[in-house]
């Protein structure tokens, strides 16, 4: 009876353990879940950053380009009317046709003299120098320099003046250009991530694009207490860490990335738009307490097959990685890498992975490969070609002789690929085959 009871006593504390051992492994599960999506989201706002930057560089490309043959014509002394306006209606034309068709003409004062690559005549009492544009392009004093952009009354369309000052410090370039192409950018953004609200806004919380359009020319901090008040309260601090807002009753998530002329790339994600994803998580937690409720010898038998399995595999695993002079294990989609001697450590892996992988790789290398390899094992160790070299084979491998004079080999192991095909982890690993000759070549 009693040997009954102690048995009924163990079977209740191993159940407990278990379903606190299956409890505590799904949050974890749940925490490093969350964390690589919010890790996917901020890659994203990287990347809608870097695409609005494209737009506006393309622009001030081309006044940079425009204002540098001026001052070579005005320095040659064949700055006449003529051939000036003539060159601005031809620059606005190819401009618009084979760079960008939200660039809107080429205009600006030269020697004194207002000149409109669209054709455009100023209304009596129009005073360029007095003009936004031609302001900014003095206060910056030779830089190109992006004014205020301001909606257009008539077509609601966005607008930005791109300006520069000319050698002479008086006469000025500028580009008229929408901010269509910043509006689909953002819009689109939005669609394909989830984002409750994509915006594009400047250093003075004026919104440039939003993917609500009605709230394009809408300065977020105006109505405190108000869901874009709270936006962009947040957004300095979101530009180190995602912040967390309330608003209604609801939670969101405010990610932030600078834009190079001091404009910010800002996303809003509700909440419960990142805890969808678990879903599947959360149904097999419930699962699993049931069948350990249930089936509790079966539960117990599996988890001691399955330590006795990762046991072999931890053993495999270490013998493995004596073989080698070093072995990493790289992931591809976080740049991350652990060492394969963490597991002969019994650490979690997943706690101690080493970021920026491609650097960290390359430094080391550097350490131990003798000068005429390094740039071969550069190249080799590439992981951005990893994708190509490694299509349709297991591995790939590249002698090379270390700073000890030792042949070695490098080798790179394919170890998981997406649904997609896109190669996601991979085994790096150096081996010592042998002396090098003196005399053998790279």
């Not at 910010?264 to 599947?280: C, I, P």
């Not at 591809?332 to 450590?345: G, I, N, S």
């Not at 590439?382 to 591995?395: A, S």
Request: one cysteine or more.
């Amino acid at each position: 009876m009693k040997a009954s009871l102690r048995q009924v006593v163990i079977m209740i504390i191993a159940s407990v353990l278990a379903l606190g051992i299956i409890t505590l492994n799904f949050i974890e599960i749940y925490k490093h879940a969350r964390a690589n999506l919010i890790s996917q989201q901020q890659n994203e706002i990287l990347r809608a950053a870097i695409d609005t930057n494209y737009v506006l560089d393309a622009s001030m490309d081309a006044v940079r380009t425009t204002a540098y043959t001026i001052d070579r014509m005005m320095q040659n002394g064949t700055d006449t009317d003529e051939n000036i306006s003539e060159f601005l209606k031809t620059q606005s034309v190819t401009y618009t046709n084979a760079v960008d068709p939200d660039f809107d003409g080429l205009y600006g004062v030269i020697n004194g003299k207002y000149f409109d690559g669209v054709g455009w005549v100023p209304p009596e009492g129009y005073i360029p120098e007095e003009r936004p544009w031609y302001r900014s392009a003095l206060a910056a004093a030779g830089k190109v320099t992006l004014v205020t952009p301001y909606v257009d009354a008539q077509t609601t369309d966005v607008m930005m003046s791109v300006s520069c000052l000319l050698s002479d410090r008086q006469s000025v370039i500028s580009l008229d250009v929408s901010l269509d192409g910043i509006q689909r950018l953002t819009e689109n953004a939005a669609a394909k991530n989830g984002w409750t609200s994509a915006i594009i806004v400047d250093s003075d919380n004026n919104v440039i694009a939003h993917s609500d359009h009605s709230q394009v020319g809408v300065n977020l901090a105006q109505d405190r207490g108000s869901f874009n008040s709270l936006v962009s309260k947040s957004i300095r601090e979101a530009l180190k860490e995602p912040v967390l807002i309330n608003h209604s009753g609801k939670t969101y998530l405010v990610f932030a990335a600078d834009i190079d002329n001091s404009w910010r790339s800002v996303a809003v994600v509700e909440d419960v738009t990142l805890q969808s994803g678990f879903k599947d998580v959360n149904t097999l937690l419930i699962f699993s307490c049931v069948v350990v409720a249930c089936l509790l010898g079966i539960v117990i038998y599996g988890v001691r097959k399955e330590h006795k399995k990762i046991r072999a595999v931890g053993e495999q695993v270490v013998t493995a990685g004596g073989m080698f002079e070093m072995a990493y294990l790289i992931d591809l989609k976080t740049d991350t890498y652990v060492e394969m001697d963490r597991f002969a450590q019994g650490l979690d892996v997943s706690e101690n992975r080493i970021k920026q992988a491609q650097t960290k790789l390359r430094s080391i290398m550097d350490s131990i490969t003798d000068e005429r390899f390094k740039a071969a094992i550069f190249t080799f160790t590439n992981l951005e070609t990893l994708q190509e070299r490694l299509d349709g084979n297991k591995t790939v491998i590249r002698e090379f002789t270390d700073t000890r004079n030792r042949r070695c080999c490098g080798r790179f192991v394919a170890m998981e690929y997406s649904a997609e095909g896109k190669l996601e982890s991979v085994l790096w690993v150096v081996e010592v085959i042998g002396e090098r000759r003196k005399w053998a070549l790279p």
